[in-house]
Structures are given as C-alpha cells and as structure tokens.
C-alpha cells in the first residue's frame, strides 16, 4: 500500500492507523506548501487535491479520512480497529465524523487559513475567533464522551485517530484542552504507532 500525506495536517491520523496495523507500506509525503498537491503527478493520484490518499495493493485509490479509516479497519479486522457491537460502531462513526467535519473543517480551518472565509482582511481575527469557538465547543462534546474511557468507545478504535490530530492541533497552537481530551491526548502520543509516526513525518 501506499500512503500520500503531509506532515502534521489531518492524514497523521490515518498514518497512526497504518502504523496500527503494523502492515508493509510506502509513505510518501506531498508538500503542501510548495503546492505539490496542484500538480498533474499528485492529481492524476487525487484530483481534489487533498490528503490523505491510499492506494491499495490492487492499485484501488481511496481518498477521505472517514473512508480510508473505515475501508482500514474492515480488511485489516485483527487490528480491532472497529469494534463488533453494532451500537459501538455508530458510535466510532459519528465522533470520527465530527471531528473531521466540525472541529477540523468548520472550527481549525477558520483558525489556519481565515482567509477562505473573510471577503477582507480586517474580518480575519473575527473569522479565527469564530473558528476557536466552534473548536472549543467541540472538544467539551469529545470531553463529555471521554468521560470514564481511555478511549473513544472503550478500547483504541479509528475514531480515536480523529480524535487525535484535532487535539495533535490544538496543542501545537496552544489551545487549552479539556480534562479527558487532555489525558486521552497523552495516552495517544505514549503508543507506539503514533510515535513511529511523529518520527516518520519529522514530528517526534
């Protein structure tokens, strides 16, 4: 398998599950500030010039963190990447699913690039506060779902990769975490995928 990332942004989380997995594959890293994923080489892999991306062993090209995240965790099932109960599974799916599109897309994207969302440049702080709002509020959901749990549903589950790079984010702008973010935090940088990972993306 192959797996297109950039450093720090979203896609550490789906590097930590191949780390996981503990299977064979090739990271290959986009530079995202040199505007490598524009290019014909990385579109004609992922015409949305996004990361992460995934090619399988067949040559199949997966794009979307839920997607991959989900598509990981049911061909690689010894992982215990997704657990059994039905109920536990919408569970997994629903906090993944926020955290990629509200606190990441809605409330961090507002923060590192206000930009896209204010006409003019004197509406940017209010864009960037707006965007820590959405992210606060957030993280005290994740918090409250935290509650009694190492991790997201019990035991280490896709959704605690999502859970991870939003709060990987907010520690490195220094944005205070709530108590069970806080520790479910430090339980994931204490994993050894997740440290193979920091290493490998020039993070460790």
Known sequence: MKLYFAPGVCSIGIH????????????ISVNLREGAQ?????????????????????????TEYPAIAYWLART???SNLLPDNIDQQAKVLELMDYCVATIHMQGFTRIFRPGNF???AAD??????????IAEKGFAALNE???????????????DSAIFY???????????????????LERMLAR????????????A
């Open 118 to 120: 204010a006409p003019n």
């Open 38 to 62: 524009h290019k014909p080489e990385y579109m004609a892999i992922n015409p949305k010039s996004k990361v992460p991306a995934l090619i399988d062993d067949e040559g199949t090209i997966r």
């Open 76 to 78: 690689h099932p010894f």
């Open 192 to 203: 050894p995928a997740v440290q193979r990972t920091l290493a490998a993306e020039g993070l």
């Open 16 to 27: 930590v599950l191949m780390e996981e997995i503990g299977k064979p594959y090739e990271g």
């Open 166 to 184: 939003v709060e990987f984010w907010a520690k490195r702008i220094n944005m205070a975490l709530p108590l069970n973010c806080a520790a479910h």
């Open 145 to 159: 779902a935290l509650e009694g749990k190492d991790y997201a549903v019990g035991k280490f589950s896709i959704a």
């Open 124 to 133: 940017e702080a209010a864009v960037k506060a707006r965007g820590t709002e």
